[in-house]
């Protein structure tokens, strides 16, 4: 059964500038950064002067220092104070005998959205305003629930490919560019890239997907699906 996590919508929305069929998130996610238009400046003499270029580097805040793992678990359906702190953190679910309905929600986002066995990683914390500090679990059997840093992430290395299946997020190293993309579900295909510190949704759309992210490192991408991926670095 397809399952559309976050914040897609069940319906393909039409993409204005493609014409594809997508799936959109809300307007008030606050996780995609709307891109600037760039302005000319002008010289007192009024003529138009170069616009200076822009570089191609994130600018990516250092992240803090090793922060232990946290762990909870449970059976069933619960409340989770967390007491991690105001920083990005990676969320681990694991449900393996879970048959109906799975869900994790913070204060502000939705993580897990799924059917039946559930183990997959998300982030919190990817906006700077926003610190989470309580798990909603719905679940109908036991889980376990696993906060841990960057340092607990697979880092992709130029050249070679990751694979796995269902919600991941990997790690991108300083040089790197871009990243290929090739995706194999029945659901919907969702590839978020995290850099300094906001969120990004290249990619969203139904069904499968293949091709190529800008991403220049050092960033985080969080792939998102029910089925199959594989992530190369270039």
Not at 174 to 180: F, I, T
Not at 213 to 218: A, E, S
Request: net charge neutral.
């Amino acid at each position: 059964m397809n399952v559309i996590r976050r914040f897609c919508a069940a319906s393909a929305a039409v993409l204005l500038t493609a014409g594809l069929m997508a799936c959109s998130p809300p307007a008030n996610t606050g996780r995609v950064v709307p891109r600037a238009a760039s302005e000319g400046l002008r010289s007192s003499s009024g003529a138009p002067t170069p616009t200076p270029p822009t570089s191609t580097t994130a600018t990516t805040t250092a992240p803090p220092g090793p922060q232990p793992a946290e762990t909870h678990s449970g059976k069933g359906n619960a409340t989770v104070p967390m007491s991690w702190p105001r920083r990005l953190g990676f969320v681990t679910f694991d449900c393996p005998q879970c048959s109906g309905h799975v869900a994790v929600n913070t204060e502000n986002e939705l993580i897990v959205n799924d059917i039946g066995p559930y183990k997959g990683t998300q982030w919190i914390n990817d906006m700077p305003d926003d610190q989470a500090k309580t798990f909603t679990i719905k679940a109908n059997a036991a889980w376990k629930l696993t906060i841990t840093d960057e340092s607990a992430l697979p880092v992709l290395q130029p050249g070679k490919p990751l694979a796995g299946k269902r919600d991941t997020v990997v790690s991108v190293p300083e040089g790197v560019s871009s990243v290929a993309v090739t995706t194999k579900g029945n659901g919907n295909t969702a590839v978020w890239v995290h850099s300094g510190d906001y969120s990004d949704l290249p990619v969203n759309q139904l069904g499968d997907y293949k091709g190529s992210v800008p991403v220049p490192g050092p960033a985080y991408v969080s792939l998102e699906g029910d089925g199959t991926w594989t992530i190369t670095a270039s």
